[in-house]
């Protein structure tokens, strides 16, 4: 049996001082209340109390460990109260992880912007290191992690807290040697910077966006601000997030491609543990970067 129930029966008969009255507390029967306190009895090796007729009384051991098992068992009922409350509460640690390209945008302005609105919450924030297995976050110890892909797996929760609009771009540079796109499909003749993990890329919106698989790649990368500063240079065309290329853009250092079609927005998911029971702390925290990435859109670019 539970060692705990058994320890919990037998503190309530040292304290009532007889089975029938600690049946009643317990909302039990007095014969397994008595059965409990025999298998703890049984366990332990030691007789804790001294049965009669008319009374119970205890031992000498069974004094000892009945302040013992009191003790123990008012520690566990507090130390549950502190984690319910700390459960309901903005409060304690809270770890996060996300691809560092990611952490190195707005993600990075948010989490920042949350620390100082919440100074109870003390916030670990990593970058990288992230495995392909979409649960193993919760069993590195994360509360919470980011993905742009879309995810179907019972073992995590997700919501989606914003967009992060791409852009098609290459610098000026370049574009007077190889000339611009004037269609989608010219991509295949032109030199392409791609991150390892997005070799195939997607131009326009809706029935209208196409597939292209990028074969022609002059420069490779799992680093967008590697690319970015590969096209800036004139090496090839690139497909950037807009808030990493947002100055580049806004300088004229990079050009936006076939902008009457532009990219599609890839979607910023925060996952989580399974379970209707969210700690507050994890609540709160996605709450304020929806509502932070609402308050701070990116401007459009179309030049």
Not at 126 to 149: K, N, P, V, W
């Amino acid at each position: 049996m539970d060692r705990l129930l058994l320890m919990r029966s037998f503190v309530t008969v040292a304290h009532i001082g007889s089975f029938s009255g600690a049946a009643k507390q317990l909302s039990s029967s007095g014969s397994l209340v008595s059965r409990h306190v025999a298998e703890l009895e049984r366990q332990i090796g030691v007789r804790l109390v001294n049965r009669t007729a008319r009374s119970v009384s205890l031992t000498e051991p069974g004094r000892r460990y009945a302040e013992f098992a009191a003790r123990i068992l008012d520690e566990i009922e507090a130390e549950d109260a502190t984690l319910a409350r700390r459960h309901d509460r903005a409060e304690g640690t809270l770890s996060i992880i996300c691809p560092k390209w990611i952490g190195s945008l707005d993600l990075g302005d948010a989490i920042a912007a949350f620390s100082a609105a919440h100074p109870k919450i003390v916030v670990r924030f990593e970058l990288g290191g992230m495995s392909d297995r979409t649960y193993d976050f919760l069993d590195s110890g994360f509360d919470i992690a980011f993905h742009t892909r879309d995810l179907r797996d019972s073992s995590v929760r997700l919501k989606k807290v914003s967009s992060l609009p791409f852009v098609l771009c290459a610098s000026q540079k370049y574009l007077e040697r190889h000339g611009t796109l004037g269609h989608p499909n010219d991509i295949a003749a032109h030199d392409c910077l791609v991150h390892v993990n997005d070799p195939v890329w997607r131009i326009g919106h809706g029935h209208a966006s196409t597939l292209h698989k990028i074969r022609n790649v002059a420069f490779s990368s799992n680093s967008y601000i590697a690319l970015q500063k590969a096209a800036v240079h004139g090496r090839g065309i690139a497909l950037l997030p807009q808030r990493s290329a947002y100055d580049d853009l806004l300088s004229g250092a990079l050009q936006v491609l076939l902008p009457e079609l532009a990219v599609p927005d890839r979607p910023l998911y925060a996952i989580y543990g399974p379970g209707q029971d969210t700690p507050r702390k994890v609540t709160v925290f996605l709450d304020f970067l929806t509502q932070w990435f609402s308050g701070n859109p990116i401007a459009a670019i179309t030049r």
